[in-house]
Each structure stands twice: as C-alpha cells, then as structure tokens.
C-alpha cells in the first residue's frame, strides 16, 4: 500500500484521470465517483468500448484512445479484465503515475506488471473516499 504522502502528492499533481468503465447510471459507484472527480476540478477522461458519451462528455473506447496523457487511471472493471488494461496502460506513449483499481476490485497480475514499470497501483479502495480523506474535503 502506498504511504498517505505519496497519494496525496499524487492527487494533487495529477490532472487528468481516465475512468475505465465510466457509465453515468445514477445510483451506481462509477456515476457517484466520476461526477465526484468532475467537481473535484480533475479532468475526467471516460473510457468505454460502446459509449459515445458519459457525465456529458465524449467517451473513448480504449484507454490509448484518449488524446492527453492520463496521471491515474481508475478502473471499474471486474478483476479479471484488469490484467489486460494494465497492458494497454503500459503501451501508452507516457505511463501514468497511478493505476487505481475501486473498491472489491484487486489484480496481483495487473499489480505485479505495473509496478515492474514504475506504476503506483491501488487497489481495493474506493479513490472518492480516499480523496476525500486525504485532501481534507476533496476539492483542488
């Protein structure tokens, strides 16, 4: 687990989060988490193979299909996908400095392959919680 210190400096210096499995269904943990980063003043970049739009804004089908380089990745996909996105996540161009993977969500592979890169990685928590914790009240 990261120190405190470290996710804090990384939340604050980091800009742009893309959410893979971005879905803006109210009720449900992606919708709360990504309208959440949104008013927390991040740039959100939603990721989703068949969504043109999510939160209002365009949605992309592949993380290396987002056309800005990503500082965390937060991922809303079944352990079992995690592996693979770790793989697209190290085929980027610019690796972000950290992979977040919600709250019941845990990959030791995606880990291992991430952090033999230099990638932070989370993983079972819910990153609006820790956000909300670690920057006293959550806005930037």
Known sequence: MLLDAKLRTILRESRTIAVI???????QPVDMVGRYLIEAGYDVRPVHPVRRTVWGMQAYPTIGDVP?????VNVF???EHCPAHAAEVL?????PR????????SSPEAGRMLFERGVAVVEDLCLMVEH???MAGGLL
């Open 68 to 72: 800005v380089d990503v500082g965390i």
């Open 132 to 134: 909300r914790r670690l």
């Open 91 to 95: 085929a980027l161009p610019r690796l």
């Open 98 to 105: 950290l992979f977040w993977m919600q709250s019941g969500i």
């Open 77 to 79: 996909r079944a352990p």
């Open 21 to 27: 499995g971005a879905k803006d269904k109210p009720g």
